[in-house]
């Protein structure tokens, strides 16, 4: 079992609609959580953290926490042709270091 | 610098040479990350370096991999006797370490290309 999950996709979505982004990690012990966004040929940047249970949320971007489930979103709303990148999950645990996801290719359809 | 610089940007080495990819992190930055991104996936966690503690080298994926920091400034990962399958883009990473949000600070990657 990979320690953090993610579908590859492409998910599509059409201009203005919700993208929802998924991950789930198998360390318990995990305690950050983060998502961050590379475009293509381009490095990752960070969006989002999250530390604790439940949502937060900054400008069209809401990250949800549920560690019970080991659970991580990502949501974007009203989503944007510029928002199309590969959405990358990072969980900093025992390990010391962030262990990244292999990506969901996002594409927002004009 | 602003920011992490990496060099060179691109290498194109053949098959048996040494290569040494060079990372100078954001001054003050505690933490130091080494990750290789293959075409088309994720990353893959190398090393990591924070403070003066012994590295994290769990990553690695064979002996011909090693790394290097000099105190809290550059580093170096060098790969010896290269091979095809480590043509990747290695990717240099810096954080304020214990203490801070826990963001990563990417450089624009090393590309390397073993012929």
């Known amino acids: 079992q990979k320690e953090v999950e993610q579908n590859s996709g492409p998910l599509s979505v059409p201009e203005g609609a919700i993208a929802s982004l998924n991950c789930t990690y198998s360390?318990?012990?995990?305690?950050?959580f983060f998502w961050y966004r590379q475009y293509s040929g381009k490095s990752p940047e960070l969006i989002m953290f999250?530390?604790?249970?439940g949502d937060k949320e900054d400008g069209r971007f809401t990250a949800q926490l549920n560690k019970a489930s080991q659970y991580v979103s990502l949501l974007i709303r009203d989503s944007q042709p510029s928002d199309s990148a590969t959405y990358l999950c990072a969980v900093e645990g025992g390990r010391r270091a962030l262990t990244f996801g292999s990506g969901t290719r996002l594409q927002v359809q004009p | 610098g602003a920011g992490v610089s990496q060099s060179p940007s691109n290498k194109v080495t053949e098959k048996g040479k040494d290569v040494e990819l060079r990372c100078d992190p954001i001054s003050g930055h505690t933490a130091l990350y080494w990750y290789r991104q293959r075409l088309g996936q994720g990353l893959e966690f190398l090393i990591y370096?924070?403070?003066?503690?012994?590295?994290?080298k769990s990553g690695l994926p064979s002996d011909r991999f090693s790394a290097e920091r000099t105190g809290e400034s550059v580093s170096t990962l060098t790969i010896q006797r290269t091979q095809q399958e480590d043509s990747a883009v290695y990717l240099c990473?810096?954080?304020?370490?214990?203490?801070?949000?826990?963001?990563?600070?990417f450089g624009e990657g090393s590309r390397l290309t073993v012929l």
């Open positions: 370096f924070q403070g003066n503690s012994a590295p994290d």
């Open positions: 990473a810096s954080s304020a370490g214990q203490g801070g949000t826990g963001e990563l600070f």
């Open positions: 360390d318990r012990g995990s305690q950050s």
């Open positions: 999250i530390y604790s249970n």
